[in-house]
């Protein structure tokens, strides 16, 4: 950068000196020795920029309110969550305390009612019979399943056939 003058050939070297060359007027040397000296970190910054470029820009003001907005919001969330998290460690505790209860509650519910004393009384009152051998039956699974089918040929068969299931079906409901 050239600081203009006449018959000056000052040229700027980033470190704030100028280096002047013989000039005809004292008046001029004077005001760049004084230019010299002012350095640009001591220049205001809004002398640096235009006016235009000092007034807030709409998109820069709403995205910080975005930025804020959404900080906020998720530390509402954050908040909710240790609240949800609490009160589901409370409620699993609750929960313990129940299952150990009605361990507690079973037990005396079984000490309360004999079984064998109940089936003693019920045998010897006519209420209640001992099971006969008869009564029970024993699955042999051993085989395989078979199935046997029988079909009819003609309509007279399946009209029989119907006629004896309907009658059997009449007979188990009454």
């Given amino acids: 950068m050239?600081?203009?003058?006449?018959?000056?050939?000052?040229?700027?070297?980033?470190?704030?000196?100028?280096?002047?060359?013989?000039?005809?007027?004292?008046?001029?040397?004077?005001?760049?020795?004084?230019?010299?000296?002012?350095?640009?970190?001591?220049?205001?910054?809004a002398e640096k920029l235009?006016?235009?470029?000092?007034?807030?820009?709409?998109?820069?003001?709403?995205s910080i309110f975005v930025v804020a907005a959404i900080v906020v919001v998720t530390l509402m969330s954050y908040a909710q969550l240790v609240m949800v998290n609490d009160q589901a460690v409370s409620l699993r505790n609750d929960l313990n305390e129940l299952k150990s209860e009605e361990t507690k509650l079973m037990a005396q519910y079984e000490l309360a009612y004999d079984l064998q004393e109940i089936e003693a009384q019920m045998l010897s009152s006519g209420q209640m019979?001992?099971?006969?051998?008869?009564?029970?039956?024993t699955?042999?699974?051993?085989?395989?399943?078979?199935?046997?089918?029988?079909?009819g040929s003609g309509i007279k068969e399946k009209v029989i056939s119907f006629a004896k299931d309907f009658v059997n079906g009449v007979k188990e409901y009454f």
């Fill in 50 to 62: 235009p006016k235009a470029a000092w007034k807030p820009l709409p998109l820069l003001v709403t």
């Fill in 129 to 137: 019979n001992k099971i006969q051998s008869w009564q029970t039956y």
């Fill in 2 to 45: 050239k600081i203009p003058g006449k018959g000056l050939g000052a040229v700027y070297d980033g470190n704030a000196a100028l280096k002047i060359e013989a000039s005809e007027e004292p008046m001029e040397q004077t005001k760049v020795h004084e230019q010299a000296r002012k350095r640009p970190e001591s220049i205001p910054v």
């Fill in 139 to 151: 699955l042999e699974l051993a085989e395989p399943d078979q199935v046997e089918y029988y079909q």
